[in-house]
């Protein structure tokens, strides 16, 4: 049985950081594509990075290019995210996603196509 972990979320002021973790169980995950969603309700759940399998790739949504960065340790079949001069804005549940297929660039953008963990609220205040 697949389990995504993610911890790490919190309380911070405008201007901090946070790093976002997310352990994987059940199986390897080390040939999948690993990335970070956000959902701030109502709003729909949206992409904010990627990381392929071999780490060699990763890619950013706009909104937090230069400020987030993504990475991957395969050896603890581990995920992370370090979110720097957080805003308000990224005030949301952060959920980690990793990819159903085999050796791909990155996740998709899609819900069924990702297994996906629980989610970790992080909060921004301003």
């Known amino acids: 049985q697949v389990q995504l972990v993610e911890s790490g979320g919190g309380l911070v002021q405008a201007g901090g950081s946070l790093r976002l973790s997310c352990a994987a169980a059940?199986?390897?995950?080390?040939?999948?594509?690993m990335g970070w969603f956000r959902q701030a309700l109502p709003k729909e759940r949206e992409f904010v990075a990627s990381?392929?399998?071999?780490?060699?790739?990763?890619d950013y949504a706009d909104s937090v290019k230069g400020r987030f960065t993504i990475s991957r340790d395969n050896a603890k079949n581990t995920v992370y995210l370090q979110m720097n001069s957080l805003k308000p804005e990224d005030t949301a549940v952060y959920y980690c996603?990793?990819?159903?297929?085999?050796?791909?660039?990155?996740?998709?953008?899609?819900?069924?196509?990702?297994?996906w963990g629980q989610g970790t609220q992080v909060t921004v205040s301003s």
């Open positions: 059940g199986r390897t995950f080390s040939n999948c594509a």
């Open positions: 990381i392929s399998w071999s780490g060699s790739r990763t």
């Open positions: 996603a990793v990819d159903r297929r085999l050796w791909s660039a990155g996740v998709p953008r899609t819900l069924v196509d990702n297994y």
